[in-house]
């Protein structure tokens, strides 16, 4: 964003009255905070954008994900299909009639699209040099510069920020991801729930003894069969203990930061196994190595995983 937008955002932020709407706690906002704040944490270590600023919106936009875009779509941020957007899509009635909506097939996904849509946006460039504890600068940077409609937009981010603390997120910690299923809009109890971690612009689970795609599924509200594919696996298989499961389709290579590193492989190791680790689809492992399907690895062969 350059100098005079900014400063065109900034007055007409100034034209706004000061405006005070009391709300009061509930157990809903705050259940809904409980099982996405370590989401909205971990996208604010990746991404930048403070995790109060993305739980706030989350809840307000949502309906605390009883929204029916939320519940149908698992769009949790009302972003609509623009700037070039191929995924799913939904219709529903907004500013206008029938306007287009992104689809999700989880709640992790609307997080990180959100984090990429105002990362990506020229729009919104000026709000990542705010500090991420700025909160009041994001949410008024927010409603100035077109995310939302609303004139009591800014001013009811904040006021959701300050009842239920949401600023503490703010200042670091946490990182792990845990996720209650959509369904129930419980928060979630660590002991019986997966711990989602974050890796390669994706998610993964370790699958504990006697899981399944379909138990895992149900944790992480991510249909079963998705899920299997996913992974390339068939949708009734046992999993071991220890797999990595991953949440969404596996990407092409390992991060950026692996370029030019060589994986030497480890006893006890597959082709598969070190694609699961490191969340790549198997062919295109193969492919990047030039190796056939067929070819059996050895301990110590060297793999490139980027």
Request: aromatic share 14%; hydrophobic share 35%; charged share 25%.
């Amino acid at each position: 964003m350059n100098r005079t937008i900014f400063f065109v955002c900034s007055f007409v932020l100034a034209l706004f009255p000061a405006f005070s709407h009391a709300i009061s706690w509930n157990k809903t906002y705050q259940d809904y905070f409980d099982t996405y704040k370590d989401i909205a944490i971990s996208q604010m270590q990746q991404y930048g954008i403070p995790a109060s600023i993305t739980l706030a919106q989350g809840v307000l936009e949502s309906g605390a994900g009883m929204s029916e875009l939320a519940r149908k779509s698992n769009n949790h941020f009302g972003i609509k299909c623009n700037n070039g957007w191929s995924g799913g899509r939904v219709y529903h009635d907004d500013d206008a009639r029938g306007e287009c909506f992104r689809a999700y097939d989880n709640p992790l996904d609307s997080y990180l699209d959100h984090s990429l849509f105002l990362k990506n946006s020229q729009r919104y460039s000026r709000l990542f040099q705010l500090k991420k504890t700025d909160y009041k600068g994001w949410a008024k940077g927010l409603k100035a510069c077109g995310y939302a409609t609303s004139p009591t937009y800014a001013s009811r981010l904040i006021e959701i920020i300050e009842l239920y603390g949401l600023d503490k997120f703010d200042k670091g910690g946490g990182g792990s991801v845990y996720v209650a299923s959509s369904k129930s809009h419980q928060p979630f109890q660590q002991a019986t729930l997966h711990k989602v971690n974050q890796f390669n612009d994706n998610f993964y689970v370790i699958a504990r003894q006697g899981d399944t795609f379909r138990s895992i599924g149900a944790d992480v509200s991510v249909d079963y069969r998705r899920l299997a594919k996913f992974n390339e696996r068939d949708k009734d298989d046992v999993l071991e203990e220890g797999e990595y499961v991953w949440l969404k389709k596996k990407r092409r290579h390992a991060p950026k930061e692996y370029k030019g590193y060589v994986y030497r492989v480890e006893a006890g190791e597959s082709m598969y196994s070190i694609a699961q680790r490191f969340g790549i689809r198997l062919k295109n492992l193969y492919k990047m190595n030039d190796l056939s399907p067929d070819y059996i690895i050895q301990v110590g062969d060297p793999l490139r995983i980027r």
